[in-house]
C-alpha cells in the first residue's frame, strides 16, 4: 500500500485519566482501578486510530505520564523522591527531573501490560515508541556518573533490552524519539548514533527514529521563532543516521521550514512524513495531507513514504486531536488515489 499512515506516537488522554485523583476520587487508592482505566484508554486510542483509517497504530502512550520518564520510572538507580531543576535541550526550557543516583537496572519489564493488551485488540501493523538515549540524558540529572556519553549508553543497555521484549510481544515498529538530536548535533555524528544502533541492537523488527522540533507548546512554538526562515539543522545529521541500520525517519513536514529537499539525505530510508502539525489546533482537511505528501515525494520515492504526526498530540485538546487523526487518514487515502 502507499502512503500507509501511523501517528507519532501519543494522544490526548481522556479527561477520566489525565486527572484520575480529581475527577474519580476511588483511583487515589486503588491500583486496580487505575491500571483498568489505562487498559480502556489504551483501547480507546486504538479504536479512534482504525476509525481513521490509521494502518500502523500505536498504543497511544496512555499509560505514560510522559514519555520520557514514563520509561524511567522502572529503572533502579533513580530518585523520584528529589527532583531538581534542569535545563532542557540547551536551557530551551526549566523542568523539575529526577535523578540519578546508582547504577542503572531494569526492575522487569516496563510496558508489557500495554504492548500485550494493544497487541491483543488490533490485528493492525503495531509500532511502540521509546525514548531514546541522548533524549534521555538530556531530560534526568546526573548524580553518578558524572559523563554524559557513559551515562548515554547505560540507558542505550537497557532500553535494547525492552525493546527486545517488545519485539517479541508482537510489536512490528520500535521508533525511538529523538528530539535532542536536532539540539546537539556535533553529538549526534560523535556519539548519539552510536547510542541510539546499541539501543536497537539485534532487532529484527522495523526500527525508527523519530526526530522534531517538539511538542507544540510555548517553549518550543517561542524557539522555533529563533531559527530563521528555513530550518537546516538536519542537513548536519541526516548524512549519519541514512549510514546507520535504523531503517526509518520520522520528520515534520506540515508548516515546517525544514526544506523538503533535506529528505534526499536519507538514502535508502522509509521517511515517515509530518503532515499533521501538532503546534496549531487548526484542523487540516485532506487536501492539506495530499499536498504534503505530493511535496515529498518529489524527494522521497513514494514506496518509501509513511503519512504521520509531525510530533505527539498529547497536550492538544482531545477534540482537536481527533479531528486531525480523522484528516490523517482521509488525507492519505485521498493521495492513494491521486499518485497511487
Known amino acids: ?14 479527561e477520566w485519566l489525565a486527572e484520575p485523583n480529581k475527577l474519580w476520587a476511588p483511583w487515589k487508592s486503588s491500583g486496580d482501578e487505575l491500571a483498568r ?28 505520564q510522559h514519555f520520557v520518564h514514563g520509561f524511567l520510572e522502572k529503572i533502579e538507580g533513580i530518585d523520584f523522591a528529589h527532583k531538581v531543576e534542569m535545563g532542557i535541550r540547551k536551557d530551551r526550557y526549566k523542568a523539575m527531573v529526577p535523578q540519578v543516583v546508582a547504577p542503572l537496572r531494569l526492575k522487569g519489564r516496563v510496558h508489557a501490560d500495554e504492548a500485550r493488551i494493544a497487541r491483543t485488540h488490533t490485528t493492525r501493523k503495531f509500532k511502540f515508541t521509546l525514548p531514546g538515549p541522548m533524549t534521555i540524558i538530556d531530560t534526568i540529572a546526573d548524580q553518578y556518573y558524572g559523563d554524559r556519553v557513559k551515562m548515554a549508553f547505560a540507558f542505550a543497555e537497557l532500553l535494547n533490552e525492552e525493546a527486545r521484549a517488545l519485539q517479541a510481544d508482537g510489536v512490528d515498529v520500535i521508533q525511538f524519539d529523538e528530539p535532542a538530536f536536532n539540539v546537539y548535533m556535533d553529538e549526534v555524528s560523535d556519539w548519539g548514533i552510536k547510542a541510539l544502533e546499541r539501543a536497537a541492537e539485534g532487532l529484527t523488527c522495523a526500527t525508527a527514529v523519530h526526530i522534531c522540533y517538539g511538542y507544540g507548546i510555548k517553549a518550543n512554538t517561542d524557539w522555533k521563532q529563533t531559527l530563521g526562515s528555513e530550518w537546516r539543522q538536519y542537513e548536519d545529521i541526516f548524512p549519519a543516521i541514512a549510514a546507520s541500520p535504523i531503517q526509518q525517519v520520522a520528520i515534520e513536514c506540515r508548516n515546517s521550514r525544514v526544506p523538503l529537499e533535506l529528505l534526499g ?14 503546534a496549531s489546533d487548526t484542523v487540516e482537511t485532506a487536501e492539506d495531507v495530499a499536498k504534503v505528501i505530493d511535496d515529498v515525494s518529489k524527494f522521497v520515492p513514494k514506496s518509501n513514504i509513511v503519512a504521520t504526526t509531525n510530533c505527539g498530540m498529547a497536550p492538544m485538546h482531545r477534540a482537536i486531536a481527533e479531528a486531525k487523526l480523522m484528516a490523517l487518514g482521509a488525507g492519505a487515502k485521498l493521495a492513494r488515489q491521486r499518485f497511487g
Open 1 to 14: 500500500m502507499l502512503f500507509p499512515t501511523t501517528i507519532a506516537g501519543s494522544l490526548p488522554k481522556p
Open 37 to 64: 482505566a489505562k487498559r480502556d484508554a489504551t483501547l480507546l486510542a486504538l479504536k479512534l486510530q482504525e476509525d481513521a483509517g490509521v494502518d500502523i497504530v500505536t498504543e497511544g502512550e496512555q499509560a505514560r
Open 265 to 278: 539525505l536519507l538514502t535508502g530510508k522509509i521517511v515517515q512524513a509530518g503532515v499533521i502539525d501538532v
